[in-house]
């Protein structure tokens, strides 16, 4: 996780850099468009059968759409924030999404989230003091 951190956070730092000089939701599409390219041609090498991909999307297909659409959109939003804001203060806000992620996993995992609410608390506080 703590890898997982440091590339997102070098890699929102290079999303402010390049969506100064292009199109924001060209931007976003091409990023998408090519993690969609590696995704499909990793797991294509791992599985070497095109009818897995094509069975689970069948399956899945509405899930698919509105996991991709809410990915997408939030990451334009982002994106867009970068106009009205600094780097270093919009990604931390746009940490307020694991406050939703919390309940979401209470509500449909039934997770025990007394602890993690405390901690995603202290998280967004931390957004918004360095917001000031």
């Known amino acids: 996780m703590i890898i997982s951190s440091l590339l997102m956070a070098i890699g929102r730092v290079v999303d402010g850099f ?3 000089s292009f199109n924001k939701l060209g931007y976003s599409l091409g990023v998408y468009l090519i993690i969609t390219i590696y ?3 990793v797991s ?3 599985h070497k ?3 897995v991909h094509i069975d689970y999307t069948k ?5 698919l759409l509105l996991g991709g659409f809410c990915n997408a959109y939030a990451y334009f939003a982002l ?9 270093s203060i919009a990604e931390p806000v746009s940490m307020i999404s694991a406050l939703v992620s919390v309940l979401f996993s209470y509500i449909f995992f039934k997770e025990k989230i007394k602890v ?5 608390i202290l998280l967004i506080s931390g957004a918004f ?4």
């Open 18 to 20: 390049l969506t100064t």
């Open 39 to 41: 995704f499909f041609t």
């Open 49 to 51: 059968n095109v009818k």
């Open 79 to 87: 994106l867009m924030a970068f106009k009205y804001m600094d780097v």
């Open 129 to 132: 003091v360095i917001y000031l």
């Open 116 to 120: 993690r609410i405390f901690g995603t």
């Open 59 to 63: 399956k899945n297909i509405i899930y």
């Open 44 to 46: 294509l090498l791992s």
